[in-house]
């Protein structure tokens, strides 16, 4: 027998009674059947997101929304900063380029976050800047930035922002209507619960300015003018992922329940734990502003990131993730997103140790478990 457990910062595990719910027979989207889920996501939605802005359901995964938020809010005489500290970043900057939109690409060294001191250098310098784009909590390097003190300098500058927030939305604190957030972008398969396929926007009434003024956009499907229209109506201009839809209300009504200053809460410890177990069994942690929904760790000396993370799924069903472009190889990520709580982590850290121990690494068995069960015994 061997149990299969998803530690991936995406796809993240799923309750089975949202996997249940969208196993059920269904009707058609053009309905009030559908419409009163789409109401009901989207007021929900709102709550995990704490916005009363516009929120958009896109048929698509998270990189679908981004791709509808920078073609969107960009139209002519815009020019946007992307700040790129790593791959998403880097995405962000990639799409703004190939639809020809004016983009000013800050790059930072991978495993830093940007600040906002980085930011107001930018905007003072470059005065035709009109909108900022930054990943909250970057997943390539497990790197967070203070969104907050960011989203202050954009409104000193009054200029607009847009924030990947696919793994920091039903994770980490975010409350973007009072930190002066434009665009909150998000996803369904991190801490949303959710399989892959849907991807969401919070639209602050600066942005669906921008959206409204651009009449040029070149998106056809990802069109937020169209989208929009059809939200106000709870319904979508295309056939939707109606079923995910339906999952979606039943993952948020969990995320609810538990309440977002707990799941906060939760998945803090939960990382917490994770750094204090690697640490006190000789791995690194990679970035120097660590996101609490994915931890990456260096592997020790003459351990393989890959052979270990085989190893892990050989003896243990724990599927992680590695490194991508420059860390393949540096680092290993374990997620604290979707449906895991200090158990699960308590888990994998215990695997981790088990299947370092065998591959030779020299520490004290059983001090990371230790570690971890410190930091969740202050939470008792
Ligand atoms: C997963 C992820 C994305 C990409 O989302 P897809 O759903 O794979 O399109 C973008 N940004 C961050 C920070 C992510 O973690």
Request: proline residues 4%.
């Amino acid at each position: 027998m061997r149990k299969f457990r998803l530690f991936t910062p995406g796809p993240c595990a799923v309750p089975e009674e949202v996997l249940l719910e969208m196993a059920r027979p269904f009707h058609h989207h053009r309905t009030d059947w559908f419409k009163g889920y789409m109401k009901d996501a989207t007021k929900k939605l709102q709550e995990v997101l704490q916005t009363e802005n516009e929120v958009i359901i896109i048929t698509g995964s998270g990189t679908a929304a981004a791709e509808a938020a920078i073609v969107g809010c960009n139209g002519a005489g815009s020019r946007l900063l992307t700040l790129e500290a790593g791959k998403f970043g880097e995405r962000w900057g990639e799409i703004a380029q190939q639809f020809g939109i004016d983009v000013v690409r800050q790059k930072i060294d991978w495993g830093s976050a940007p600040t906002a001191e980085l930011v107001d250098d930018c905007l003072k310098k470059d005065a035709k800047i009109t909108g900022v784009m930054v990943v909250h909590s970057e997943t390539s390097t497990a790197t967070a930035c203070d969104l907050k003190a960011i989203a202050e300098i954009c409104r000193k500058h009054d200029k607009l922002l847009m924030a990947d927030c696919i793994t920091s939305a039903g994770a980490l604190p975010l409350k973007p209507d009072k930190w002066g957030v434009d665009v909150v972008i998000t996803g369904a398969q991190k801490s949303l619960m959710l399989p892959p396929g849907l991807g969401f926007l919070g639209l602050s009434k600066r942005a669906c300015a921008a959206i409204e003024a651009n009449k040029s956009q070149h998106a056809y499907y990802l069109n937020l003018n169209k989208a929009r229209k059809m939200a106000a109506e709870h319904d979508t201009p295309f056939t939707p992922a109606h079923l995910l839809i339906r999952g979606l209300v039943r993952a948020l009504d969990i995320l609810l329940e538990e309440g977002m200053e707990s799941v906060w809460k939760r998945v803090a410890a939960m990382a917490a734990a994770t750094r204090a177990a690697g640490e006190a069994i000789g791995l690194k942690v990679f970035s120097k502003s660590p996101s609490d929904s994915v931890t990456a760790l260096c592997p020790p000396d003459g351990i393989k990131v890959k052979e270990l993370r085989e190893e892990l799924e050989k003896r243990y069903g724990i599927e992680s993730a590695g490194g991508q472009d420059q860390l393949k190889g540096k680092i290993f990520r374990l997620g604290h997103m979707g449906y895991v709580d200090e158990m699960d982590t308590l888990l994998a850290i215990g695997a981790l140790e088990q299947c370092l121990y065998k591959m030779g690494h020299k520490f004290s068995l059983g001090a990371g478990v230790t570690a971890a069960q410190k930091v969740f015994a202050e939470r008792l």
